[in-house]
């Protein structure tokens, strides 16, 4: 009876630790492989910069409208959020303004943008209702180049990830990601110079998040070809980083021309058929309703440019461990 006893424990013991194994392995954290990101097709065309963010349990796209964006007549770019589910833009705001992103706080939606391409000043829009607009200046950083941003909640602190042009003697091999952080998302200060990635190669596209201790940022990277991948990295510090094994994020395919819009019209259908494709990048993603939402561009990185959108099948968290195994 003993004996008997010692092998039921025994099996037991081998059941909890196949079916463990089995757990780690389902949520891709442990198994080795890249997360599955199902792509789901092109949405618009020349449109580039957009945020997913979830406002008042609903979920938003924020967009960078550029000038020449086919249906813009104002004659000048501006910011904008589309509700995913109705498709309805909230009115415009933050007029001239370039490259923008976006981030829900509690009960505020903030959005940040540099005055212009290459500018030096980034601007920070909040609201509470996506209609009335407050604005402040965030960064001012003069003789700086700078270009895309995110922004990041971290440990009692918010964190902004923002891509520099120039000067050379500061960024080395352009485009480089600097950093700088705040307290209440309206005041910000740069970080130390050494907090930075990474002066010795092209590193665009910033898609900053933070978990357990862990900066995970999603970036762009130009490869021979040339083409261009969005690859991931991550750091305790912002200045020592851990490329992922198992990069990129991704990389362009034909996947990317599938249609995800039914509105497009043919002329549109036609242009995203003939298109040269040699990107994947601008990726910026959202958890929502335990999925992860994934926005990005797609074309020649030469002005011929596509948003499409993907999802993978788990939480944001899960996602970003899943590239370091």
Not at 76 to 92: E, L, M, N
Not at 185 to 202: A, I, R
Not at 222 to 247: C, Q
Request: charge should be positive.
């Amino acid at each position: 009876m003993k004996h008997r006893n010692s092998v039921v424990k025994l099996r037991s013991t081998l059941v909890f630790f196949v079916l463990g194994v089995a757990a780690l392995n389902s949520s891709g954290a442990e198994s080795g492989k890249r997360p599955i990101i199902k792509k789901l097709g092109t949405l618009d065309l020349l449109m580039v910069e957009t945020t997913p963010v979830v406002f008042k349990d609903r979920l938003y796209r924020f967009e960078y409208v550029r000038d020449n964006y086919q249906a813009n007549k104002t004659g000048a770019s501006y910011f904008r959020f589309i509700d995913v589910a109705t498709r309805k833009a909230t009115p415009a705001l933050a007029k001239g303004q370039h490259l923008g992103c976006a981030l829900v706080e509690g009960d505020t939606v903030y959005a940040y943008g540099v005055d212009k391409w290459g500018g030096s000043r980034i601007t920070v829009f909040n609201s509470k209702d996506m209609e009335k607009w407050d604005e402040r200046v965030a960064l001012h950083l003069p003789g700086w180049e700078l270009f895309n941003t995110s922004v990041c909640k971290a440990d009692g602190r918010y964190v902004m990830a923002v891509e520099v042009g120039g000067p050379k003697e500061v960024v080395g091999v352009p485009f480089t990601i600097f950093f700088a952080e705040s307290k209440d998302l309206l005041t910000w200060k740069l970080l130390p110079q050494e907090c930075v990635y990474s002066k010795e190669k092209y590193t665009a596209c910033p898609a900053l998040r933070y978990f357990d201790g862990y900066f995970y940022m999603i970036y762009l990277e130009a490869r021979p070809g040339p083409f261009y991948e969005s690859h991931i990295v991550r750091s305790k510090d912002l200045k020592r980083w851990e490329s992922s094994p198992l990069n990129p994020v991704l990389a362009f395919s034909d996947e990317d021309k599938r249609i995800a819009n039914p509105k497009l019209t043919r002329e549109q259908w036609r242009a995203v058929a003939k298109a040269k494709n040699v990107n994947n990048s601008d990726v910026d993603l959202c958890e929502y309703r335990g999925k992860t939402v994934i926005y990005y561009s797609w074309g020649n990185q030469q002005g011929q440019e596509f948003l499409a959108e993907g999802v993978y099948e788990g939480t944001l968290a899960n996602f970003l461990r899943s590239f370091f195994p």
